[in-house]
């Protein structure tokens, strides 16, 4: 690390391609949007390059970003586990640090969660932690968090896993389209338009998992970043920019422009869910609580 980059940049900076969103970004290092920006410049100045593509709408990495990446988690963990091996334990310590895939509102859940099992448990400290998925999984598996709520469909091995939740992906089309008038839309309705669609590096397991249905049926749609935030992308649907899967507990968002439809599907349905996993080898009575707690007030109050 040269003198003019310190640890904390680099923190920043892995924080800001974890969640390529710079208010996500700063409300997970709690400082406000204006510093982040101001040190991930300084950063690039350091450097003498760009490592994010941003607009008013979108945040992306670039070459140069994706190299240096991986070096700088190898460092920010060489820093963690030093601090780790030197932390003397807590003995008895009743606390629980969980991690939410950020699909979630956490205001209405995991945090209904949250705070029916605070409420079982006054002396329990609870700590909660909003990532992608990938993170999520990454952070269980080297105890970074007891357990962790992801999307379905992502690589879990050597984790349990428990299913909380899978539902039918629906399209989001803007309301002027031809296809709005229908009631059920096929795969084949939609091969003619284009459709957002993310980053494998957000969620690889899942985007697998899409593109291999894709392959199946035949389907090659069009594809455009799609941008990270739900407002955003709903936004540009209903200017007419394109359509979008998404499940089928989204239309319950109601967007002026945008209209959401069934699809017809010609084999098994495209599905998404939520599970919890977490090590087997460090489960105890607080996880099975959260677990228990969680399964009884599943997600999309369903």
């Keep these: 690390m040269t003198a003019s980059i310190d640890l904390r940049q680099l923190r920043y900076f892995a924080v800001l391609c974890e969640e390529l969103h710079f208010g996500r970004a ?92 605070q409420a079982r448990f006054p002396d329990w400290t609870l700590a909660c932690h909003g990532r992608h998925s990938i993170s999520l999984i990454r952070d269980v598996l080297n105890g970074e968090l007891n357990i962790a709520l992801i999307g379905l469909h992502s690589d879990v091995k050597g984790l349990a ?16 389209d031809a296809l709005a008038a229908k ?39 069009t594809v455009i970043p799609e941008p990270n935030d739900h407002h955003v992308l709903l936004g540009q649907i209903a200017d007419g920019h394109g359509y979008a899967l998404m499940p089928d507990s989204m239309r319950s968002i109601r967007r002026r422009g945008v209209v959401f439809r069934k699809l017809r599907y010609p084999r098994l349905a495209l599905k998404v869910g939520v599970g919890m996993v977490y090590r087997e080898d460090r489960a105890s009575e607080m996880m099975m609580a959260f677990m228990d707690e969680a399964i009884a007030n599943p997600p999309f109050g369903l």
């Design 183 to 221: 009631k059920l839309i096929s795969f084949s309705d939609l091969a003619g338009g284009r459709m957002f669609w993310f980053k494998r590096a957000l969620n690889p397991g899942f985007y697998d998992y899409c593109r291999s249905y894709f392959d199946v049926i035949g389907f090659r749609p």
């Design 161 to 176: 896993l428990r299913v909380l939740h899978e539902e039918e992906m629906i399209v989001a089309l803007p309301s002027a």
């Design 26 to 117: 700063a409300a997970r290092l709690n400082i406000s949007q204006p510093p982040l920006s101001r040190q991930i410049r300084l950063i690039e100045d350091s450097l003498g390059v760009t490592l994010f593509d941003r607009n008013s709408r979108s945040v992306e990495l670039t070459s140069a970003a994706e190299a240096f990446l991986p070096k700088v988690k190898r460092v920010l963990n060489d820093v963690d586990e030093a601090i780790r091996s030197v932390r003397k334990p807590v003995e008895n310590a009743r606390c629980l640090s969980v991690g939410y895939t950020t699909v979630f509102d956490f205001g209405t859940y995991p945090g209904k969660v949250f705070q029916s099992l």
